[in-house]
């Protein structure tokens, strides 16, 4: 039997409160409606259902409760003139490969909605996707966002959810989800620091008691790695390479330290002066040294989040290290680098590109009342 049965069991006229009959626990009318309006809350949850997005600049990902995550696909829409032709892994594998009359547009660049008309059409088709015809009443969402967003932008996110058909939305900070999504203490009074590594930006946080101590957000993630490889191919090889191509190199010989085995691999691209298609072999060696500038920015964010550390919660730093989560965090050698720059202990999160989905899948696991009007 139901808990609210065991109070308002045989809810028939003569077993009000106030009957004869009455030896029930409800004593008064309002209480009564009170308990009533309860139990339709309970009803109605059943047929909905919670679901969390992590809403990246490179990568959108779709967390189910009680089931993980089902969707993940690239953050990008495929437009022909004002209509949507593809949106996600199809419309990524696009870019650079357009006909002329079709552009493949990221809506979220650097962390913040470059587009949110476009942003609105992508958050809109995966939330249908996800969701298909899974129950009669919409989801309730959680949403994580880059943490620089203004106002205005939270408000957009929102309204695109609900025009997706969200019965409930909430929205929570990237770091705090990333931060739960690799089970960080993050309720405990002890402090923990977050570095998430996403394609546009990199947001570093320190965390206590549930709430962001400091956070810094720097315009600089893997999406600058892949423009400086692009740069470096041209200016030292002479040789035109695209997005694509550019994030291969990063993710196939990228690295942020020096490796046991350097590697090696051939890029093929278009000669500037010839224009003619060409083969080059790059070096993780030099590729690493086209990288530096952007890991430095990286880093002094790191080291400026440190700096403005309450010392109450600097040991607990200092014991406990930084985690990092985040596509960039599979950069090789970036633990190195960090424990290098900043003599703290690094962990590389397990799944760093799911962190963040993790973390609304768990918060919506652990809380109940996420929903709840404040
Ligand atoms: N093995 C890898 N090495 C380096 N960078 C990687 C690797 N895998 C993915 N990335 C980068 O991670 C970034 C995407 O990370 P993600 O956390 O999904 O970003 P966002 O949260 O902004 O959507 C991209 O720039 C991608 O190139
Ligand atoms: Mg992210």
């Not at 696009?94 to 660049?109: C, D, F, N, Q």
């Not at 790695?225 to 694509?244: C, F, K, Q, S, Y």
């Not at 003599?343 to 996420?370: H, R």
Request: aromatic share 4%.
């Amino acid at each position: 039997m139901a808990a609210w049965q065991q109070t308002v069991h045989s809810p028939e006229k003569e077993d009000w409160p106030g009957s004869q009959k009455g030896t029930h626990p409800v004593t008064s009318i309002p209480q009564y409606i009170f308990h009533m309006i309860q139990i339709f809350k309970k009803i109605a949850r059943l047929f909905s259902y919670d679901i969390g997005i992590d809403l990246g600049t490179a990568n959108t990902l779709v967390y189910i409760k009680d089931q993980g995550i089902v969707l993940r696909e690239p953050s990008v829409v495929a437009m022909k003139g004002d209509k949507v032709k593809a949106v996600g892994e199809e419309a990524k594998r696009m870019v650079g490969r357009t006909p002329g009359s079709v552009v493949a547009i990221r809506p979220l660049k650097e962390g913040v909605i470059a587009d949110f008309e476009v942003a609105h059409n992508m958050l809109r088709y995966f939330i249908k996707r996800a969701c298909q015809s899974r129950s009669i009443r919409g989801p309730r969402i959680l949403i994580a966002h880059p943490s620089g967003i203004t106002e205005v932008e939270r408000h957009a996110i929102e309204e695109s959810a609900y025009e997706a058909g969200a019965i409930k939305v909430q929205l929570i900070e990237e770091p705090m989800a990333a931060a739960i999504g690799v089970g960080l203490p993050v309720t405990e009074p002890v402090g923990s620091m977050i570095v998430d590594i996403g394609g546009g930006t990199t947001e570093v946080a320190i965390i206590s008691l549930s709430g962001i101590v400091y956070s810094q957000s720097e315009k600089c993630g893997g999406d600058a790695l892949d423009e400086t490889i692009t740069r470096h191919m041209l200016a030292a090889h002479n040789l035109l390479v695209g997005p694509r191509t550019a994030e291969d190199i990063k993710i196939r010989v990228g690295s942020a330290h020096p490796l046991q085995q350097e590697l090696q691999m051939e890029v093929k691209g278009r000669d500037r002066g010839t224009g003619l298609p060409k083969t080059v072999t790059v070096r993780s060696e030099e590729i690493r040294e086209a990288l530096q500038d952007k890991l430095d920015v990286i880093v002094s964010a790191i080291r400026q989040t440190l700096d403005h550390c309450p010392p109450e919660l600097a040991s607990d730093l200092y014991d406990r290290g930084i985690t990092v989560a985040g596509g960039g965090a599979l950069l090789r050698g970036l633990s190195d680098l960090l424990h290098e720059q900043t003599g703290l202990p690094i962990m590389i999160s397990e799944d760093p590109l799911s962190a963040v989905a993790e973390g609304t899948g768990k918060y919506l696991q652990e809380n109940d009342d996420v929903f709840e009007e404040e």
